[in-house]
């Protein structure tokens, strides 16, 4: 039996056309029977089972005999292939001072990964503050090698969950999350999460998925899988009895000798404050309702003071309640833990907040208003310069969160900072107090939506990795800052979110947000608007790219007129609802109607514009889609040329219109039969697409597709 190694050179000689009929025997004995049908990746080598007998790998193809071995190659590296890329994505490294808890692991262990036969969904509950993402983070990480079908890690407090496990599937396991189904019908945001479970990779083995932080269950138990039973789903939340289908594990306070163990971890094996005052200290710890995050807070505390007491660290605690004892708990109250712990971090974090210079204040209010996810430290700094504050203060007020357990670092991403939910909710209170609390949501959001003003329609993929982090921060502002968001603003609020996501082909995910655009818009600016004709411009564009032509016409023409009637018969935005208009009638084959509309575009662009602009170039562009949809081939050449130079002169060669316009230059070529002359255009538009956009972006497939089928059409003609 050839090993994994002995297979690729096969595939090696295959393609070098140096293989023999020995290899084809060899493979035949070695291999039994297959007819999977997929697209793969063997090696460095991307290799599609088309329907019948051919094999496509790489650029070339392959029939009969040889796409038979081929096919038994694909069913016997797969496996071996695939289980070396399963993904272990645990964000957190979790804290370094985990105690206690053993049993609650024991438990979470038993309920899922023993459950048999169907899918397995665990609930680990209690208030916060209490440990729950920490535990979740310690069972996945000593129970790694449980799950050989990877390890997923979703924050789901307020984040849309369909467009996290979407773009899991596309960046972590590089697949393609199709748009349509096999009949062309565009597939909704259900439809492409099932086909994310469904098509999980690798095809074998348990997989963990972790929903950190869960707050409604409604909002995210129609995304879960199904029916597959290789899936283990561990869920965090502060809501009792979520649902009664779900083995629940409810995290109680720790125990008295494991918030003391706790304690003395943080002050370190040489501080003997705790041992010299051991009654003191259980007082403490029961004063601070045996939750973790007190004991965190007020271990870091002593520890930014080494003289002081317990005794006097547990005085200075009940001063603290005194000074709130307007909004102090009854006798009942006291009797329910969660009331008394979370008044217990409660009192730790104001003893922590009078400890803290003013900067360092302002800088954890600031910090209220970001995601609860993480946050680059980057946007801060960002952030802050709007407000006319000293990077140097800045970088020190977070050096300061930090000690005293206000942020927590994500040692995964460097600079990157997350909070707790219950320390968000203490700073927003105090950001609630300030004078100054319009003027730090005016500087993040102005902040942010200069972010979403550089997102373009059609992102590269190294630009979707570096404000990808954003994300979260943005749709922050669209959901609950939107007040603070300026009328010139306000259209990219939802713009950059849609572009984002429409520029990844996840339509799906951008259709709120174009449609959401529309509804804010109009609500605040009225009907008569340029941003209403924008967004309704936007919305149709959506349409148009799903297939929608019904829906998307009436936008597109509504979009038009009003255009025409608020700027005028010669404006640039005029030409872009032209264009667009054309372009969803040359998408229904009504060349007669949009050909006039392209022209006059590219006339106003032209006028407006000046020869030389990329807008110009997609108008020549588009009126040469037109004409070679038409078999006007000698009208459309001289466009398709004159396009591409503009666009390598304007944009450069490692641009995603570049490649467009070398791919369509080629689809002429080809249609005329000039195989030759067609090819190397081709090729060198895939090359680009892989590079900057993905090798499964939507355009990419599109290139690799036009450019196996030329190969095919070579071989039919015997070229």
């Known amino acids: 039996m050839p090993d994994s190694d002995d297979l690729l050179a096969m595939i090696e000689r295959i393609l070098s056309h140096q293989h023999t009929e020995a290899d084809l025997v060899l493979l035949r004995q070695a291999i039994s029977a297959s007819s999977s049908q997929g697209t793969l990746q063997i090696g460095k080598y991307n290799v599609n089972i088309g329907e019948g007998k051919d094999v496509h790998i790489g650029d070339k193809v392959y029939h009969g005999a040889d796409a038979e071995a081929i096919r038994e190659i694909i069913k016997e590296i797969l496996p071996s292939q695939k289980a070396a890329t399963?993904?272990?994505?645990?964000?957190?490294?979790?804290?370094?001072?985990?105690?206690?808890?053993?049993?609650?692991?024991?438990?979470?262990?038993?309920?899922?990964?023993?459950?048999?036969?169907?899918?397995?969904?665990?609930?680990?509950?209690?208030?916060?503050?209490?440990?729950?993402?920490?535990?979740?983070?310690?069972?996945?990480?000593?129970?790694?090698?449980?799950?050989?079908?990877?390890?997923?890690?979703?924050?789901?407090r307020d984040r849309n969950l369909a467009a996290e496990i979407i773009q899991f599937t596309q960046l972590y396991l590089n697949l393609e999350v199709p748009q349509k189904d096999a009949r062309e019908n565009p597939l909704d945001i259900h439809q492409q999460v099932a086909w994310c479970w469904q098509n999980w990779q690798p095809p074998e083995g348990l997989v963990l998925v972790v929903l950190d932080d869960v707050t409604d269950l409604k909002d995210i138990k129609e995304f879960l899988p199904k029916t597959n039973n290789r899936f283990r789903i561990l869920i965090t939340t502060r809501q009792r009895r979520l649902d009664i289908n779900y083995a629940e594990i409810s995290l109680d306070v720790l125990s008295p000798e494991e918030a003391l163990s706790l304690l003395k971890g943080i002050l370190g094996e040489n501080d003997r404050r705790v041992d010299r005052e051991i009654e003191i200290a259980n007082s403490l710890c029961k004063w601070l309702g045996y939750l973790p995050l007190g004991l965190e807070l007020i271990g870091r505390y002593l520890v930014e003071d080494p003289d002081l007491s317990i005794t006097e660290m547990l005085q200075a605690l009940r001063e603290e309640r005194l000074k709130n004892e307007a909004i102090s708990p009854s006798f009942e109250d006291l009797?329910?833990?969660?009331?008394?712990?979370?008044?217990?971090?409660?009192?730790?974090?104001?003893?922590?907040?009078?400890?803290?210079?003013?900067?360092t204040k302002r800088v954890g209010e600031l910090l209220s208003l970001f995601s609860p996810d993480e946050i680059a430290w980057e946007y801060v700094e960002s952030v802050s310069k709007s407000l006319s504050w000293e990077k140097k203060e800045v970088n020190e007020a977070k050096k300061q969160l930090y000690k005293r357990h206000l942020i927590e670092r994500l040692e995964s991403v460097e600079a990157n900072y997350k909070i707790h939910p219950l320390i968000r909710e203490f700073l927003r209170d105090k950001l609630g107090e300030l004078e100054e609390v319009n003027e730090f949501k005016q500087a993040f959001t102005s902040t942010f939506m200069e972010i979403a003003q550089t997102i373009p329609q059609s992102p590269t993929l190294e630009f979707i990795d570096s404000v990808k982090t954003a994300i979260p921060h943005l749709t922050e502002v669209a959901e609950n800052l939107l007040d603070a968001v300026s009328d010139e603003n306000l259209i990219w609020a939802f713009t950059g979110l849609a572009w984002y996501y429409n520029g990844q082909g996840l339509y799906a995910l951008a259709a709120p947000w174009y449609q959401g655009c529309?509804?804010?818009?109009?609500?605040?600016?009225?009907?008569?608007?340029?941003?209403?004709?924008?967004?309704?411009?936007?919305?149709?564009?959506?349409?148009?790219?799903?297939?929608r032509c019904e829906a998307a016409e009436p936008l597109y023409i509504q979009a038009l007129e009003l255009y025409k009637q608020l700027l005028g018969e010669n404006h640039p935005d005029v030409a872009t609802s032209l264009n667009n208009l054309a372009?969803?009638?040359?998408?229904?084959?009504?060349?007669?109607?949009?050909?006039?509309?392209?022209?006059?575009?590219?006339?106003?662009?032209?006028?407006?514009?000046?020869?030389?602009?990329?807008?110009?170039?997609?108008?020549?562009?588009?009126?040469?889609?037109?004409?070679?949809?038409?078999?006007?081939?000698?009208a459309a050449e001289p466009l398709y040329i004159q396009a591409l130079e503009l666009y390598k002169?304007?944009?450069?060669?490692?641009?995603?219109?570049?490649?467009?316009?070398?791919?369509?230059?080629?689809?002429?070529?080809?249609?005329?039969?000039?195989?030759?002359?067609?090819?190397?255009?081709?090729?060198?538009?895939?090359?680009?697409?892989?590079?900057?956009?993905?090798?499964?972006?939507?355009?990419?497939?599109?290139?690799?597709?036009?450019?196996?089928?030329?190969?095919?059409?070579?071989?039919?003609?015997?070229?």
């Open 335 to 359: 009797e329910n833990t969660e009331i008394t712990a979370k008044l217990g971090v409660r009192d730790a974090f104001n003893l922590t907040w009078e400890k803290l210079d003013p900067k």
């Open 518 to 547: 529309v509804s804010a818009v109009r609500l605040r600016l009225g009907e008569n608007h340029p941003h209403v004709a924008q967004s309704l411009n936007n919305l149709a564009y959506l349409y148009s790219s799903q297939g």
């Open 86 to 156: 399963a993904v272990k994505y645990i964000p957190y490294t979790g804290v370094r001072n985990f105690v206690g808890r053993s049993d609650e692991l024991v438990k979470i262990h038993e309920k899922l990964y023993q459950q048999q036969n169907t899918v397995a969904i665990s609930a680990v509950s209690g208030m916060g503050g209490i440990g729950k993402t920490e535990l979740a983070v310690k069972y996945a990480r000593e129970h790694e090698n449980y799950y050989p079908g990877g390890i997923c890690w979703f924050s789901v």
């Open 649 to 719: 002169q304007l944009l450069g060669e490692n641009h995603p219109s570049y490649a467009t316009s070398l791919n369509n230059l080629a689809l002429l070529y080809c249609s005329q039969g000039r195989y030759e002359a067609a090819e190397p255009l081709y090729i060198q538009a895939l090359e680009i697409a892989e590079r900057v956009l993905d090798v499964n972006h939507p355009n990419t497939l599109t290139c690799r597709g036009n450019l196996e089928y030329l190969r095919t059409q070579q071989r039919e003609s015997g070229g």
């Open 583 to 634: 372009g969803l009638y040359r998408s229904q084959g009504r060349y007669e109607a949009a050909e006039p509309l392209y022209i006059q575009a590219l006339e106003l662009r032209k006028q407006l514009l000046g020869e030389n602009h990329p807008d110009v170039a997609q108008s020549l562009n588009n009126l040469a889609l037109l004409y070679n949809s038409q078999g006007r081939y000698e």
